[in-house]
């Protein structure tokens, strides 16, 4: 798009989708160091360091980190605990996409006409206009009992979140906006969009 507001709960995310924005060389330079020195030894002595919550750091460096610990943690995973603490192990790639360079840069252009923000969803769209695309990705709702995962940030999102959600969407439609929204195929999240195109 020409323009767009991209947002997420996330701090971090969000933090790092502003290094890019505005300094995607340096966030470069710092990958390409972490690729030089991965292994089990340096994930794990990063991740320390990132759950250190005031690492001395500047932006592109925790950027940097944040790039490289979802690229070399099990299965992409991001999750924190209750304390906030990212807790994923180490992942077993043989190479890993700790740096490529010309995504990061592609990343740059698009990010260059957005508008980001960090915050609750529902403040993000409280300005959509008729017309206006609203896509949202929230945390899904689970399979089954033993597929709770929820905690991509510290909160949680439970059901009482995904009929906010359900609510809102309804409300963005009724204003004239397009939105669509991704989830798990449960009977949960079908009763709750009745009436969606699913």
């Not at 002595?45 to 944040?66: D, S, V």
């Not at 979802?70 to 740096?99: A, E, H, M, Q």
């Amino acid at each position: 798009p020409r323009r767009a507001v991209l947002n997420d709960s996330n701090a971090d995310l969000i933090a790092l989708y502003t290094a890019l924005q505005t300094d995607v060389a340096s966030v470069i330079k710092r990958l390409q160091l972490h690729r030089e020195r991965h292994d089990e030894r340096h994930y794990y002595a990063m991740r320390e360091k990132w759950n250190e919550h005031h690492a001395e750091w500047n932006n592109a460096e925790r950027a940097a980190a944040f790039i490289y610990l979802n690229k070399t943690c099990f299965n992409g995973l991001w999750r924190v605990n209750r304390s906030g603490d990212f807790n994923v192990p180490i992942g077993r790639y043989t190479d890993p996409p700790i740096c490529v360079p010309e995504a990061l840069r592609a990343a740059h252009v698009v990010l260059s006409r957005a508008e980001l923000r960090n915050g609750d969803y529902q403040e993000a769209v409280a300005d959509a206009e008729k017309g206006d695309f609203v896509y949202f990705d929230p945390p899904y709702d689970p399979i089954s009992s033993t597929s709770n995962f929820t905690s991509y940030s510290a909160v949680g999102f439970g059901a009482d979140d995904q009929r906010a959600l359900a609510d809102c969407a309804r409300r963005l439609v009724a204003k004239g906006c397009h939105v669509m929204l991704s989830n798990n195929d449960t009977p949960f999240i079908r009763s709750i969009y009745k009436g969606f195109k699913i």
